[in-house]
């Protein structure tokens, strides 16, 4: 039987926070779209019939001034093609890199307000999704 994860494992966002919180962070996210957007009763959006990839762009506009004010930037963004390595069944629409000056940062966003409203759309957006932390790196011609 397929797992899916919108949220975060009270496991996994516990090691999360014990990381340090001082450092720049990438943030890796992976995300496969509902067909449908799944928004609770009573949402100013339930109703719309709005597809999960709407809902997602909701989301964006709507995060995006906190995101931004946090100092995040997108490093990164893709539209999946294929998998290579990996289960053939996992399919993903999307994915990007996202990066904070620290986790601090991360912290600021997703306490703020008008984030936590703004989250809903991405809840409604999402049948699936991957959020994995990385410590920047550095750049070259090299594999290693």
Do not use: C
């Not at 109703?47 to 946090?70: D, H, L, M, N, Q």
């Not at 999307?94 to 601090?104: K, L, M, S, W």
């Amino acid at each position: 039987m397929a797992e899916f994860h919108i949220d975060p494992s009270a496991a996994n966002f516990a090691a999360f926070k014990n990381l340090p919180r001082d450092t720049p962070i990438n943030m890796l996210n992976l995300l496969q779209y509902r067909d449908t957007a799944a928004y609770p009763a009573g949402h100013e959006h339930a109703g719309k019939g709005w597809s999960g990839r709407e809902a997602y762009r909701e989301y964006g506009r709507t995060s995006a001034p906190i995101f931004a004010r946090v100092g995040g930037t997108i490093l990164w963004r893709g539209r999946f093609e294929t998998m290579v390595t990996g289960p053939e069944a996992k399919q993903w629409h999307d994915g990007f890199i996202a990066q904070y000056p620290d986790a601090n940062a991360f912290f600021a966003m997703i306490k703020d307000p008008e984030y936590q409203q703004a989250v809903v759309n991405r809840t409604a957006a999402l049948r699936d999704s991957r959020l994995m932390r990385f410590a920047p790196g550095e750049a070259g011609e090299g594999f290693a």
